[in-house]
């Protein structure tokens, strides 16, 4: 029995989009939320709704594959997994799936995200898990949505978009800190 959504399923809940969800968000637990929810929240940026569950590849095995069976069913295009430690949700998901899945390796006190880096990258020829970086997972939500607009021009523009602002966005400080010389521009924005 899958459990239900944590916190929503955003894009009819959280996050305004209205389209239905194409990408499953799960991690293996509650505690890597405050990292995953970045993914769901870039996403939903782009318009594209995503539903976010807890489930673990070690805790709740079978759910996790009741789930990529059922989402798959449904039309979901991609599915993002992070987990910390022996990271092995991307991995499991990828197994019982044909849709990319975007693997993100979450951050811990102990080996600061290694272990999880190496046991989601680190997959057998012929299982692949697009690993993104440790807590990397706003970019997962953008490679998903990168993903999603191969097959639709509308999105696409959207993600040009997107990384005109950002460019537009970096031009604009460095404009700034020419102007000001680094010392000022530190201290205007706090950074000493
Ligand atoms: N985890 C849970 N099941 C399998 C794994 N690898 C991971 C979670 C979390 C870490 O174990 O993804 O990053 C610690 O989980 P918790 O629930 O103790 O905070």
Redesign the pocket.
Known sequence: MVNKPLVGTFGSGDLSTSSPPLVGIL??????LSVMSEAAKVLSEFGIGSEVHTL?????PEAVVEYVKASEASGYKVFIC????????AGVVAAHTALPVIGVP?M?KTTAGVD?LF?TAQMPPGVPVATVAINGAKNAGILAAQIIATSDNTLQSKVFEYKKRMAADVLKKNGELQDKGFRKYLEDHGLI
């Open positions: 991690m293996g637990s509650d505690s890597d673990s590849a070690h805790r709740t992070g987990a910390g430690g022996a990271a092995h949700l979450i811990n999880a046991a």
